[in-house]
């Protein structure tokens, strides 16, 4: 049987996203967990708990912010969104039968790039907004981002690999929007178990 012929119910994709932003609920709790830690400087007063400033109110630190807040309307609401979605194209137009290939495609570009994307974020705006919040200037932020979390693969600073967080965050960026883009592929081309 071909790979792009196979079929599988709407219902059970739908299943898959409730699923799915169930796990990214889970996942949210886990992430808020961190952000609350005091000693972190997320949010806190300067002067508290020897933050110097917050992460929140100062570059790159705002990148935390983002991405938490990203990831929650994205990767949490876009979950059940799609859930919905292909349930109410179930029960509403009687559209019962997807693409089992491009599901299962959708499912993991869909987490895969939105867990990376905002994972990048909060990952710059942790390990550079945490500098500046203990004392550091935004240079040493910059560094501590580039050797920390994503060394560069080319010493030359006119190369595109020089700069790593953005050539991170962009692959991922294409993986979600990749997932976005079958899943409408697939919602849009769903057929009637009868057809």
């Known amino acids: 049987m071909n790979l792009f012929s196979q079929t599988t119910k709407t219902m059970d994709l739908a299943k898959k996203f409730l699923a799915l932003g169930t796990f990214n609920v889970i ?59 292909f349930y109410l194209g179930d029960t509403l137009r009687g559209k019962t039968e997807v693409n089992a290939f491009f599901s299962r495609v959708h499912v993991i570009a869909f987490e895969v790039g939105v867990l990376g994307a905002t994972a990048c974020m909060a990952a710059v705006g942790y390990v550079g907004g945490g500098v500046v919040a203990t004392g550091g200037g935004a240079a040493v932020a910059a560094e501590a981002i580039s050797v920390d979390i994503f060394p560069p693969l080319s010493n030359n600073t006119s190369s595109i690999l020089n700069d790593m967080p953005v050539i991170i965050e962009a692959a991922f960026i294409v993986v979600a929007l990749l997932g976005i883009f079958l899943g409408i592929l697939n919602y849009v081309s769903a057929k009637s178990s009868s057809a």
């Open 27 to 85: 996942l949210s709790v886990v992430f808020t967990a961190v952000v609350l830690d005091p000693f972190l400087c997320v949010s806190v007063s300067p002067g508290q708990f020897g933050c110097h400033d917050n992460m929140v109110t100062s570059w790159p630190g705002t990148w935390l912010f983002i991405g938490y807040f990203t990831w929650l309307i994205v990767g949490v609401l876009g979950s059940f969104g799609w859930a919905g979605l």
